[in-house]
């Protein structure tokens, strides 16, 4: 991409922008600030699991999958069975 020469000569005249000191402290401070908000700030602990969750759901998977294998068992042993 190039630019014409009158492109150059009017980009040329634009004056150069500095920030505010001022602001800028301003503006840093409010940003320390919420970040050091954002690092207090502590999300609340997970509730204990409860019984149930821990003991008897997977108590319950398991019976599922021996009431499985026994019955893939038992289908083995009646098609051994037929030949």
Same mark, same amino acid.
């Given at each position: 991409?190039?630019?014409? @020469?009158?492109? $150059?000569?009017?980009?040329? %005249? !634009? %004056?150069? !922008?500095?920030? @505010?000191?001022?602001?800028?402290? %301003?503006?840093? +401070?409010?940003?320390?600030?919420?970040?050091?908000?954002?690092?207090?700030?502590?999300?609340?602990?997970?509730?204990? +699991?409860?019984?149930?969750?821990?003991?008897?759901?997977? /108590?319950? $998977?398991?019976?599922?999958? /021996?009431?499985?294998?026994?019955?893939?068992?038992?289908?083995?042993?009646? !098609?051994?069975?037929?030949?």
């Amino acid at each position: 991409m190039t630019f014409s @020469d009158e492109s $150059v000569r009017t980009l040329r %005249q !634009l %004056q150069l !922008l500095t920030p @505010d000191a001022t602001r800028a402290a %301003q503006l840093r +401070a409010r940003c320390h600030a919420r970040l050091a908000r954002a690092r207090t700030r502590t999300e609340p602990a997970p509730p204990e +699991a409860s019984f149930t969750r821990r003991v008897l759901a997977p /108590a319950a $998977v398991g019976c599922l999958c /021996a009431l499985y294998l026994a019955s893939l068992l038992g289908n083995l042993l009646r !098609l051994t069975r037929a030949f």
